[in-house]
């Protein structure tokens, strides 16, 4: 299929377009209905009437943007008009909602007058809480932001300005870093005097570039005093005295050259008589300037920036807009000043010079991603980026006194960030924290891994944890190296063949196993050499660390087997059981048994609801119990149906407060209505949080399935049931996995009573 073919197909499949409006609020009943509209409505609008700000609390405003359009600039198509520019305004819509979680109406205006831009968007002001001005061209777009500036108490914001400036000014001050030159000493030509060359030249101003440095051309040559042909006052702020009259005079000894004009402005002749270390930010779109290949094949010296995605160095604005609104939505602020676009280019710089996680270089393919001239800008899907600008902007806006609604505790601000990138985060900022308030001593069986290595650096510098690494301490400390990561002391590192301690576990080991084939010098073999996992377990044993978590390099069993063989169960319990939590955008469940206990009998049914019960109350979580089956509450007969049956009343012996029943089907576990309607009977009166599976095979098929077609995030999995606390990762994990992973283990080394030994 051409690429023509696929985004037509693209906008035209299912649901026209790219965007629909979702209803917040249940409107399923009478009541509902009487209160969404006529007469419940009135009471909110009232209170408005009273105290216009209440609109903020009662209705949408405060979360919605309107993404503005006449149509006169769109991408790289020119003035298409703005019925054609309709498409592009609902994808920005898209782009706030999934980097920010802001609501977009796309309005596209039919009219090329400015003034009938202003005057329709002022009427506008009591519907959103901002204005993102797009795709309209210069210099009309200058004049129209201007006047609504002045007029409007929301922010307004035209992105193709100051989306573009934000970014580019971002990468500028991280490749000036890595060239070694001073901000206030370069000389820059810009090619282009449109909306985003001018903003571009204004904002870097504004970050130490002097004006007398800076070369503006257009189509008809380079913008000096005097010069009449194509002016207009925006081009006139940055006409210089000079003799030069061509883009390519100006470029001769320039240290930054920015592109924002078309494709092959920039010939490889310019490239060569550009200063030592040239920077080049060649941004026009679809195509460059000019491409990295061409510029480095004229010197080896240059560092080059594109607003391509296949290229490295991507100038894209959607590391900008959304996050900028977010955090001017968050405090009311009356506008965006330059303080708060400062804020975002210092916020993003920064981003870029911290180490990248996993899961971006893993929607790259796997590139590894470092500071550096192919690495100066985050990446669009870097989830920090929500956590760094927005609490930027927010913090610039209190500080230049134009925030209505300022941010008292900004910790808990970006806590409420995280949560809107899904409810998985949430939960695990919540589990998290509760792991700093008193960390505990985690082994890593597999410390010599580069994952585990980066993992062992977040939770030294986020304080969750205390890691013990097993392996060579000459190549771990090696590794480190090459990893640029100082761990201050904050880890100790193990070798198992060095140990002082490795005779009195090989003992240990023997003793526990003597009677299970295992021979003295066998055990001496496990502990020095064979297998880190067993020593790991041993020192969680014998009290030397509180939790192990490992598995990164090894299967399920081969990692189960030794906690099973050392550490063993809880005393009175039949089984280890396996846990998952699932996580979707309203809420999560806690699946169990999905990993460990293949055809449970009744007892080992209970066990696993209580267990994974009190997994649910570490978390905070209040645990409503369905037992799972193919039968609702006696509807069939059959012997797997009556062990479920008999595991509920089991559960109700022990642990009477526990809300708890069953045998019932999946959708009766999860749907109220049908609880209600159908089984009023039920101790459960609203869905449950917590499925336990009738047997392995129906567990770990349901939560594969939720995680790949539910679009559902699991954590996991949760070993349950042993005297010391032990947990697995997954092959494939990324760094952040594992840290989530180790705080679930130090929660639960936490909650590790005397009744586990």
Known sequence: MSKKSAALEYHSTGRKGKIEVIATKPCQTAQDLSLAYSPGVAEPCLAIEQTPEDAYQYTAKGNLVAVVSNGTAVLGLGNIGALAGKPVMEGKGVLFKRFADVDVFDIELNSENPDDIIRAVQLLEPTFGGINLEDIKAPECFYIEEELKKTMNIPVFHDDQHGTAIISAAGLINALTLVDKKIEEVRLVVNGAGAAAIACANLVVSLGVKRENIIMCDTKGVIYKGRTEGMNKYKERFAVETPMRTLEEAAV?????????????????????????????????????????????????????????????????????????????????????????????????????????????RAYGNVKFSFGRDYIIPKPFDPRALM?????????????????????????????????????????????????????????????????LRAAQVLVEQGIARPILLGNEKKIRCTLQELGIDLNGGVTIIDPAHSEKVDAYAEELYRLRQRKGLTRSESQRLMARKSRTHFGCMMVRQGDADTLLAGIDANYAETIRPALQVIGKQEGLSSVHGLYIMVFKKGLYFLADTTVCIDPNAQELAETAILTAEMARMLEVEPSIAMLSMSNFGSVRHPQADKVRSAVELVKQKKPDLIIDGEMQA??????????????????????????????TSGNIAYKLLQKLGEAEAIGPILMGMKKPVHILQRGDDVMDIVNMAAIAVVDAQNCNQSRG
Do not use: H
């Not at 679809?286 to 290229?311: M, N």
């Not at 927010?394 to 409810?423: C, F, N, T």
């Not at 009766?668 to 392995?696: D, H, M």
């Open 253 to 361: 000894g320039a240290d930054v050259l920015f592109g924002l004009s078309s494709k092959g402005a920039f010939t490889p002749e310019m490239v060569r008589t550009m200063a030592a270390n040239p920077i080049i930010f060649a941004m026009a779109n679809p195509d460059p300037e000019i491409t990295p290949e061409e510029a480095r094949k004229v010197r080896g010296d240059v560092l080059i920036a594109t607003g391509r995605s296949d290229y490295p160095n991507q100038i894209n604005n959607v590391l900008g807009f959304p996050f900028i609104f977010r955090g001017a939505l968050d405090v009311r602020a009356t506008t965006i000043n330059e303080e708060m676009k400062k804020a975002a280019v210092f916020a993003l710089a920064e981003l870029a010079r911290e180490e990248c996680p996993d899961s971006v270089c």
């Open 388 to 452: 760094r600008v927005a609490p930027a902007i927010a913090k610039a806006a209190m500080d230049s006194r134009v925030a209505r609604q300022p941010i008292a505790d900004m910790d808990k601000y970006v806590e409420m960030l995280e949560s809107l990138q899904g409810k998985a985060k949430e939960t695990l900022r919540m589990i998290i924290n509760k792991a700093k308030c008193e960390p505990k001593s985690i082994v890593f069986p597999e410390g010599e891994n580069e994952k585990i």
């Open 667 to 696: 959708d009766t576990a999860v749907v109220t209505e049908i609880l209600q309607s159908s089984f009023p009977f039920s101790s459960l009166k609203k869905a449950a949080n917590i499925l336990v599976f009738p047997e392995l």
